[in-house]
């Protein structure tokens, strides 16, 4: 079993639907959590950055962390054609110390939101 | 903003030949990461520094060193190129708290 399972879809919404991408994990160490957005043959680029459980919000983006399920989600409101990319889930047991920020990472789920 | 800088964006290469993959970052990072992108099997780290000179294996380090001679600069060096080593090659670099930020990526061919 993967330390931390994504599925990768495809999901295809049309625009302005509310998009729900989800990532579950094993490890109870687990402390950060990230959000990556890709685009097509680029480079992952950070979307959202929580510490523990909660939620944060920015923009169109909303990052929830449930850490008694092992459970996170990122929600993309009024979904645009703009965000059609790959979302990756990642997290980390501590920021610093043995471990020099190593990430584990979700398989990425491959969106598309079609006009 | 932070950069990261990756020397080619496509390279295609033959079989044996000796590689070098060139990442600087610009935001003073003490971590630095490579990681390869294949279909179905999402990112995996080969290699990771966490301070000049210094170097920790990752989960698929077979076939694969690195170089960091500079804080800025993280090298991947591919020994002897085999076709199982065509991918897209991630650099990534961080601070302490874990966020890591990406180059744009080298998508590798070797025939």
């Known amino acids: 079993q993967k330390e931390v399972e994504q599925d990768p879809g495809p999901l295809s919404v049309p625009e302005g639907a509310i998009v729900s991408l989800n990532c579950t994990y094993s490890n109870s160490a687990f402390q950060y959590f990230m959000w990556y957005r890709q685009y097509s043959r680029k480079g992952p680029e950070l979307l959202m950055y929580t510490y523990s459980s909660g939620n944060k919000e920015d923009g169109r983006f909303t990052a929830q962390v449930d850490k008694s399920s092992k459970y996170i989600s990122l929600f993309i409101r009024d979904s645009q054609p703009s965000d059609s990319a790959t979302y990756l889930c990642a997290m980390s047991a501590n920021a610093g110390g043995t471990s020099y920020g190593k990430l584990t990472f979700g398989q990425g789920t491959i969106l598309t939101v079609h006009p | 903003d932070v950069k990261v800088t990756q020397s080619s964006r496509y390279l295609v290469k033959r079989t044996g030949e000796k590689v070098f993959l060139e990442c600087v970052q610009d935001m003073d990072h003490e971590n630095m990461f490579w990681y390869r992108q294949d279909p179905g099997l999402g990112l995996r780290l080969i290699y990771f520094s966490y301070d000049v000179k210094m170097k920790e294996k990752g989960d698929i380090p077979e076939g694969y060193s690195v170089s960091r001679e500079k804080k800025e600069r993280f090298s991947l060096i591919l020994e002897s190129a085999s076709t199982n080593q065509t991918s897209m090659y991630l650099c990534?670099?961080?601070?302490?708290?874990?966020?890591?930020?990406f180059g744009p990526g080298t998508r590798l061919t070797v025939l």
């Open positions: 990534a670099s961080s601070l302490f708290r874990g966020e890591q930020f």
